[in-house]
Protein backbone atom coordinates (compact mmCIF):
# COMPACT_ATOMS: atom_id res chain seq x y z
CA UNK A 1 0.00 0.00 0.00
CA UNK A 2 1.20 3.77 -0.41
CA UNK A 3 0.54 6.64 1.82
CA UNK A 4 -1.62 9.21 0.62
CA UNK A 5 -2.36 13.03 1.50
CA UNK A 6 -5.19 14.86 0.13
CA UNK A 7 -4.54 18.77 0.23
CA UNK A 8 -6.16 21.95 -1.07
CA UNK A 9 -8.82 22.48 1.26
CA UNK A 10 -10.29 25.49 2.74
CA UNK A 11 -13.19 28.15 3.02
CA UNK A 12 -15.24 29.43 0.09
CA UNK A 13 -18.11 31.10 -1.11
CA UNK A 14 -20.84 28.84 -2.64
CA UNK A 15 -20.05 29.50 -6.24
CA UNK A 16 -16.12 29.11 -5.83
CA UNK A 17 -13.90 26.97 -6.70
CA UNK A 18 -10.91 24.81 -5.27
CA UNK A 19 -8.61 22.34 -6.45
CA UNK A 20 -7.80 19.39 -4.31
CA UNK A 21 -4.61 17.50 -4.68
CA UNK A 22 -3.12 13.82 -3.90
CA UNK A 23 0.48 13.72 -2.87
CA UNK A 24 1.74 9.66 -2.89
CA UNK A 25 4.72 8.71 -0.62
CA UNK A 26 5.52 7.14 -3.84
CA UNK A 27 4.78 6.91 -7.97
CA UNK A 28 2.00 4.41 -8.34
CA UNK A 29 3.92 1.62 -10.29
CA UNK A 30 0.48 -0.95 -10.27
CA UNK A 31 -2.75 0.71 -9.73
CA UNK A 32 -6.35 -0.06 -10.91
CA UNK A 33 -7.71 3.02 -9.88
CA UNK A 34 -7.52 5.73 -8.28
CA UNK A 35 -10.38 8.29 -6.70
CA UNK A 36 -11.97 10.67 -4.01
CA UNK A 37 -14.33 10.51 -1.51
CA UNK A 38 -15.92 12.62 0.92
CA UNK A 39 -17.26 12.84 4.80
CA UNK A 40 -19.57 15.53 6.08
CA UNK A 41 -20.23 15.31 9.91
CA UNK A 42 -22.73 12.39 10.99
CA UNK A 43 -22.38 10.99 7.61
CA UNK A 44 -20.75 8.24 5.97
CA UNK A 45 -17.84 8.51 3.42
CA UNK A 46 -18.97 8.43 -0.06
CA UNK A 47 -17.81 8.20 -3.13
CA UNK A 48 -17.16 11.69 -5.21
CA UNK A 49 -15.14 10.92 -8.40
CA UNK A 50 -12.64 8.49 -9.55
CA UNK A 51 -10.40 7.36 -12.49
CA UNK A 52 -10.06 4.29 -13.98
CA UNK A 53 -5.74 4.02 -14.41
CA UNK A 54 -5.89 2.19 -17.64
CA UNK A 55 -7.67 3.96 -20.72
CA UNK A 56 -8.58 7.13 -18.11
CA UNK A 57 -12.09 6.85 -17.81
CA UNK A 58 -13.51 8.91 -15.57
CA UNK A 59 -16.84 8.05 -13.22
CA UNK A 60 -18.62 11.00 -11.23
CA UNK A 61 -21.36 10.82 -8.38
CA UNK A 62 -24.41 12.62 -9.51
CA UNK A 63 -24.33 14.85 -7.21
CA UNK A 64 -20.86 16.26 -8.81
CA UNK A 65 -21.51 15.43 -12.41
CA UNK A 66 -20.62 18.89 -14.65
CA UNK A 67 -18.99 20.51 -11.70
CA UNK A 68 -16.08 18.33 -10.51
CA UNK A 69 -13.31 17.15 -12.89
CA UNK A 70 -10.38 14.39 -12.02
CA UNK A 71 -7.28 14.80 -13.90
CA UNK A 72 -4.62 11.77 -13.69
CA UNK A 73 -2.44 14.20 -11.71
CA UNK A 74 -4.92 12.71 -8.85
CA UNK A 75 -6.52 16.74 -8.96
CA UNK A 76 -9.95 17.00 -8.10
CA UNK A 77 -11.44 20.59 -9.39
CA UNK A 78 -13.95 21.42 -8.23
CA UNK A 79 -16.12 24.26 -9.63
CA UNK A 80 -19.79 25.92 -8.60
CA UNK A 81 -19.47 24.63 -5.04
CA UNK A 82 -23.01 24.03 -2.91
CA UNK A 83 -22.80 24.21 0.81
CA UNK A 84 -23.51 20.27 0.94
CA UNK A 85 -20.35 19.93 -0.54
CA UNK A 86 -19.29 20.55 2.86
CA UNK A 87 -16.73 17.39 4.28
CA UNK A 88 -13.70 15.69 4.41
CA UNK A 89 -12.35 14.93 1.13
CA UNK A 90 -10.25 11.86 1.09
CA UNK A 91 -8.13 10.53 -1.85
CA UNK A 92 -7.27 6.52 -2.44
CA UNK A 93 -5.96 4.30 -4.62
CA UNK A 94 -6.96 0.89 -4.98
CA UNK A 95 -4.65 -2.55 -7.35
CA UNK A 96 -7.52 -4.29 -8.36
CA UNK A 97 -10.34 -3.86 -10.44
CA UNK A 98 -13.18 -1.33 -9.67
CA UNK A 99 -15.76 -0.46 -7.53
CA UNK A 100 -17.20 2.69 -5.85
CA UNK A 101 -18.16 0.88 -2.98
CA UNK A 102 -15.48 3.00 0.16
CA UNK A 103 -14.57 -0.49 1.78
CA UNK A 104 -12.97 -1.72 -1.76
CA UNK A 105 -10.38 0.58 -1.97
CA UNK A 106 -6.90 -0.62 -0.52
CA UNK A 107 -5.09 2.92 0.62
CA UNK A 108 -6.01 5.76 2.32
CA UNK A 109 -4.33 9.37 3.77
CA UNK A 110 -5.40 12.19 5.35
CA UNK A 111 -8.01 13.98 4.11
CA UNK A 112 -8.87 17.84 3.81
CA UNK A 113 -11.54 20.03 4.75
CA UNK A 114 -13.30 21.65 2.53
CA UNK A 115 -16.14 24.51 4.10
CA UNK A 116 -18.88 25.47 1.58
CA UNK A 117 -20.66 29.12 2.95
CA UNK A 118 -23.71 30.47 1.69
Known amino acids: QVQLQASGGGLVQAGGSLRLSCAASERFASISAMGWFRQAPGKEREFVASMRWSGGDTDYADSVKGRFSISRDMDLQMNSLKPEDTAVYYC????????????????WGQGTLVTVSS
Open 92 to 107: ASRVLGYSRIVGSWDS
